[in-house]
T-cell receptor, first 113, second 116 residues
Framework: NAGVTQTPKFQVLKTGQSMTLQCAQDMNHEYMSWYRQDPGMGLRLIHYSVGAGITDQGEVPNGYNVSRSTTEDFPLRLLSAAPSQTSVYFC????????????FGPGTRLLVL | AQSVAQPEDQVNVAEGNPLTVKCTYSVSGNPYLFWYVQYPNRGLQFLLKYITGDNLVKGSYGFEAEFNKSQTSFHLKKPSALVSDSALYFCAVRDPWMDSSYKLIFGSGTRLLVRP
């Protein structure tokens, strides 16, 4: 099993450009989420999904869109990149029931100039 | 509001010595508590969790943590540190009674440096 995979690993954008960060999982987890990691701030939740067709906002959703058409994929879209979106982005999945463990992908490092 | 505090930006310890990485939390109800480790240029790896039951939980790589409700703490410990334990450690909390998003609230992270 590959677990949680993310592409690309690294991306440089110019202000105003758009891009999609890809996240895929092969663990059949219903719950998926996106976090951003900034120095000294830990990780903060951007968007999450509890199943295909269902998405909701986390604590820092502005500037990002998501969709969930399949259980496996949960892409994160930046419609018009801003320097404030320079960060490391992590996708995570959660196993169901009471196990509570969340599994993180390797991350995408994004630099917006 | 839910929050997690990791008061030390960095912890230095000699190999073979015991280590402690501190974490305190603030939630309104009974928390779910987690420790994750991040190695350079890698994602977060799950170490251990407290959901309910025994206050002392054991996890991967010989780490353990003790849930102390009166002190609202969940410190990470290991009896004998290894150089390979050097990494960034995150404490996280979830309040299952107040938040249906399954969101983890993370601390700012503590860098552990184990010197040979």
């Amino acid at each position: 099993n590959a677990g949680v995979t993310q592409t690309p690993k690294f991306q440089v954008l110019k202000t105003g450009q758009s891009m999609t960060l890809q996240c895929a999982q092969d663990m059949n987890h219903e719950y998926m989420s996106w976090y951003r990691q900034d120095p000294g701030m830990g990780l903060r939740l951007i968007h999450y999904s509890v199943g295909a067709g269902i998405t909701d906002q986390g604590e820092v959703p502005n500037g990002y869109n998501v969709s969930r058409s399949t259980t496996e994929d949960f892409p994160l879209r930046l419609l018009s990149a801003a320097p404030s979106q320079t960060s490391v982005y992590f996708c995570a999945t959660r196993d169901g029931g009471s196990q509570e463990t969340q599994y993180f992908g390797p991350g995408t490092r994004l630099l917006v100039l | 509001a839910q929050s997690v505090a990791q008061p030390e930006d960095q912890v230095n310890v000699a190999e073979g010595n015991p280590l402690t990485v501190k974490c305190t939390y603030s939630v309104s109800g009974n928390p779910y508590l987690f420790w994750y480790v991040q190695y350079p240029n890698r994602g977060l790896q799950f170490l251990l969790k407290y959901i309910t039951g025994d206050n002392l939980v054991k996890g991967s790589y010989g780490f353990e943590a003790e849930f102390n409700k009166s002190q609202t703490s969940f410190h990470l410990k290991k009896p004998s540190a290894l150089v390979s334990d050097s990494a960034l450690y995150f404490c996280a909390v979830r309040d299952p009674w107040m938040d249906s998003s399954y969101k983890l609230i993370f601390g700012s992270g503590t860098r552990l440096l184990v010197r040979p």
